[in-house]
C-alpha cells in the first residue's frame, strides 16, 4: 500500500513539473506575429503593423540585435528565442511622434529618439532601405500604407 501512494505522487508530481514547465516555455515563447498595439497611445492614428519575427529572421536574415538593443544603442545580438526583452516603451517613453510644423522645435535625434513612434519608425525605416539598397530591391516597405494596414 505504501509503495502504490509513493508511485501515486511522484507520478503527480511528475505531471505537475511537466505542466509547471510548459507554462514557464509558453511564456517565453517568440510568438510568429507580433501586432505592435500598445497602450500608452490613446488612439492610433494608423492600423497596427504586425510585425513577423519569423518572416524578418528566416527571409531577410534580421538577427535578434537588428530590433532589440540596450540602453546605450549597442545591439544585443545573443539574444536566443525565449529571452525577455524590454516592450520599446520602457525607454522610448514618449507616445505617438514628436512635435511637427513650422513651430515644433528643432530636436536632436537623442530627443526625438524619446518618442516612441519616432524610435520605431527611424529603426524600421532605416532597415528597410539599407536591406532594399544592398539587394538593389524594393521588397522592404518604406511607405506607411505598406506597413500601417487601413482601419
Do not use: W
Not at 549597442?74 to 507616445?95: F, T, Y
Not at 528597410?128 to 544592398?134: E, L, R, T
Amino acid at each position: 500500500m505504501k509503495k502504490r501512494y509513493l508511485l501515486l505522487i511522484s507520478g503527480f508530481a511528475g505531471i505537475l513539473f511537466l505542466l509547471v514547465s510548459a507554462g514557464i516555455f509558453a511564456g517565453n515563447a517568440v510568438p510568429d506575429v507580433v501586432e505592435m498595439n500598445n497602450k500608452a497611445y490613446a488612439k492610433h492614428a494608423k492600423g497596427i503593423v504586425k510585425f513577423s519575427h519569423k518572416k524578418h529572421s528566416t527571409d531577410y536574415k534580421a538577427g535578434c540585435g537588428e530590433c532589440h538593443h540596450d540602453a546605450n544603442s549597442k545591439p544585443l545580438n545573443n539574444l536566443k528565442a525565449g529571452d525577455n526583452v524590454q516592450n520599446c516603451i520602457e525607454c522610448h517613453k514618449k507616445p505617438g511622434g514628436r512635435p511637427k510644423g513650422k513651430d515644433a522645435p528643432k530636436l536632436s535625434k537623442k530627443e526625438r529618439l524619446a518618442y516612441h513612434a519616432e524610435a520605431l519608425h527611424y529603426n524600421c525605416k532605416d532597415c528597410h532601405k539599407k536591406f532594399n539598397k544592398a539587394n538593389k530591391t524594393k521588397k522592404a516597405p518604406q511607405t506607411c500604407s505598406k506597413c500601417h494596414p487601413k482601419k
